[in-house]
Structures are given as structure tokens and as C-alpha cells.
């Protein structure tokens, strides 16, 4: 636990000087979130299954048995961990439309940003705060998708800021209790709350002022947070699906799965790590929280794409930590506005909210015959379009969908074998009664239905085409 410094104030001139430094960071921190937002000119595909599922629970539909409403292959009970964001979604959408969804969007990256900023500023003084919320924000852009994914990622951030107060001074913060309810709520990602907790935990067993801390309260609140999910709507199954969703997911989904070594993000990650770590062995005392923390980060990192967001976040302390001034700077007022100015400019650039990317993945004419489809006709997806189908045509009934938690194993591995058109591929499709397949073109289905006579094209564009059953004319 750090020990308090005596605050100083600064003169006139370093005041002014310290305000066009925090001016300039802070819209070099908007020009960056900016530019990332606008590489992404497609929509997250996740969204439009989020949709369906939201829309689905509005209108009242009970998932968590079999047969799935959605799918025809899940033989697995889905169980709708993320079901406040996805209803909160739906309604969104149905009002402002995609449009509405960027703006969720940015309100996430501003509370993740602002959560950052407070959390380094505990330690670290103006100019660095803002430094380490570029680093970190940089560190967390695959997870800035359209789905409640992001929202996650804010809530850890929250956590994050409320834990690391912990950190400084050794008081629980009860607050993290209601947040955690919050967080079971609106995405399966809530656990990672409890590890931050648990690594705080141990990083003040660590610090040499551990006697000063408030121990009763500080683990009643860690073991609060461990079963307030069960007093969720879901219950106390949800204590355990979000592991069995992760389980599933990365034994077949790539952002499950470890990144390569030459990740970008990954490469951030360490690289800020190994910073922490050059600082805090050059100061006696060795800051023992500040590097528990860096290289916790990077074994999150290194697990898999999808926490490399979370690891980034967890470096915010250790960053703040190994680059806090001998004596702290006392936080103004004044700091806020170019803070708030970054925000407004992120918001105003053309392509992050307003003129935002806001189709499906299907060329019109592909999706035209997709909706000329039977009242429900049976249709195998390549995964990549499956929510969308679900989302624009709610007529068709996909086999499959993203949900790789309601399958088991050899019902994902034989649907993948029919996609690789390995033999008895003409049989499955036969069983399952599949009456349409929509895939890419070059895929190994998409030359043996070429190949077969018995599925014709029923539409074509780009790299996408409609085969339904039927001799080609």
C-alpha cells in the first residue's frame, strides 16, 4: 500500500504550461480512439445475433430449454447471460437504429476512458494519467465491437478503479458490490471482477503497509462479489455458465483462442509490462503490487484475443504506480475539461456515430434471395452471416448459429465436416433437411454443390452465394 505524500501546489506559469500539455494529450487520446473507431468499416457481426436474442426476449421467448427457438442443431440449453444489454439493444435499435448502437458504443469508451484516467491519477500525476489511459485504451481496442462485450469491458474498468482505491488505502468499497450485480446482468465477463479483487487481495498482502489495511471489510466485499450473481434473475446457475461458455467457445472460436506472438495489441501489452517492470526494479522498495500486477496482465494477454482487452486494463494501476511523481500532484478541476472536450471530438467525427457503418454482411441481391425464401425453410449459414440472418429474416431457420456454447462437440464437428463437403456431406444435408446453404465462394461446400447438379444458385454477388436445393436450369 503506498503511503500518502504531501500534495504541492504550482505556480501560475506551470499551471499554464501543465494545461497545454493536458490539452494536447487529451485530443491526441480523441484523434486515436477516432481513427481506430473509423478502421472498422463493418459492423461487429456479433450484433445482429445480439439483436435477435434481445428481440426474442422481448417478445417473450424462454430459452433456457430445448428445442432453441432460433436454431435447429442446439442441443444444448442457452442460458441468456448478457440478456439486460441485449434487451437495452433491441430497444435502442428499434428507436435510433445502428446509429443508436455506435452512440452505446461511444458512451462505453467514455466511461472505460474516464474509469482509466481516475484510476491512474491515484498515483500517477496529470500528464502521465492521461498517458496511460492512450496506452491502456490502445491495449483494449479489439474489444471496442458493437455488442455487450464492450459494456463488459466498461464494467471492468469501473471495478478496476473501485478495487485499485483499495489498493492505495486499504478501505473496502461496497460500491463494488451493486456494480458486480450490475455487471452479472449485462455480460458473462463478470468473473474477471472477482480476479482483479482477488489479485488486489493478495498485492496488499504484498505491500508493506498491509497492517493499516481494513481486512474484515475487504474480503467480506470480495466474498460478496462472488455470489451476488446469484441473486440475479438467472440465479445461481450463473455462478458457473460463464466457464462453460469459455470452455465451449475455445475449443472452435478464434477470439477464444491464444493470439499469435506478433499480435499488435499483445506486443502493446508486454512491451508496457516490461516498462513497469525496468521502473520498479530500478526503486528500492521493489513496488511488489505494481509488478503482481504487470505480469498478471500478461499472462490474461497471452491467454487468448479476447483478454488481451482485459489485460491491458489490469495494467492501469502498474503503469500508474511505476510513473507516480516523488511528490503527488494535487488534482484541479480544471483537468476535467479537456477531458470532456476529447469525448465531444471523438463523438462529432464523421463515421463513429453519425454515418457509422450500419449494414449487414450481405450484398443486396444475396439478401434478396435469402428473403424469398419458404416460411421455414431450413438454411445452412456460413457462420459469419448466421446472426444477420437471424436478425433480417426471422422467416428462415439457420442450423447453425455464433452461440458455440448450445452445441456439443460432435454436433459442431459434424457440421463442420458438412461445410468442408467431407464425404457424406449429401447425407447430412439430407437428415437435417437443409433446403438452402448461403456460404462464400471458393469454400469446399460451395465447389461441391457446384459440382453435384442437385443445388442450383438462387443468388449471387461479391463473394457470396444462395444455393437451394434443385436442378441448376
Known sequence: MTVPHERHDVGDGEKRSGAATLWFLWMLVAVVVALLLRLRTTVDLDLWLHLRVGRALRDGVFFQQLPDPLVVLADRPYVPTQWLSEVVGSVVEQGLGVTGIHLLRWLALVVVAAAVHRTARRWAGPGASVTVTLAVLFGTAAGWGERPQLLGLALQAVVLLLWSGTLADGRARWALVPVTWLWA??????????????????????????????????????????????????????????FAVGTAARATVNEWQSPSPGNPLLVTVVVLAAFVLFRCLRRRPLDLPAV?????????????????????????PALARALAPAVP?????????????????????????????????????????????????????????SGWVLWAHPGVVPLRDLRAEVYTEPTAR??????AARPGWQRYADSHDVGALLVRRGEPIDTALAADGG??????????VLWVRGAAR
Not at 500532484?329 to 453519425?354: H, K, S, T
Not at 459434424?414 to 461445410?419: H, L
Not at 443445388?455 to 457470396?464: N, P
Open 455 to 464: 443445388w442450383r444458385s438462387a443468388g449471387e454477388a461479391d463473394d457470396w
Open 414 to 419: 459434424a457440421y463442420e465436416d458438412f461445410f
Open 292 to 316: 503482481l500486477l504487470a505480469l498478471s496482465a500478461v499472462v490474461l494477454a497471452a491467454w487468448s484475443v479476447r483478454t488481451i482487452a482485459v489485460g491491458a486494463l489490469l495494467l492501469t
Open 185 to 242: 446482468l449485462c455480460h458473462g465477463s463478470w468473473p474477471i471482477g472477482l480476479g482483479v479483487g482477488g489479485l488486489v487481495v493478495l498485492a496488499l498482502l504484498l505491500s508493506p503497509g498491509r497492517r493499516a489495511v481494513a481486512w474484515r471489510p475487504v474480503v467480506a466485499v470480495l466474498v460478496a462479489t462472488a455470489v451476488v450473481p446469484a441473486l440475479t434473475p438467472l440465479g445461481p446457475r450463473l455462478l458457473l455458465e460463464p
Open 329 to 385: 500532484v494535487a488534482r484541479r478541476r480544471a483537468e476535467v475539461w479537456p477531458a470532456l472536450a476529447a469525448a465531444l471530438a471523438v463523438l462529432a467525427v464523421p463515421g463513429v456515430v453519425l454515418g457509422g457503418p450500419d449494414a449487414g454482411p450481405l450484398p443486396a441481391r444475396v439478401d434478396a434471395a435469402v428473403a424469398a425464401l419458404p416460411q421455414g425453410a431450413r438454411v445452412a449459414v456460413e457462420p459469419r452471416a
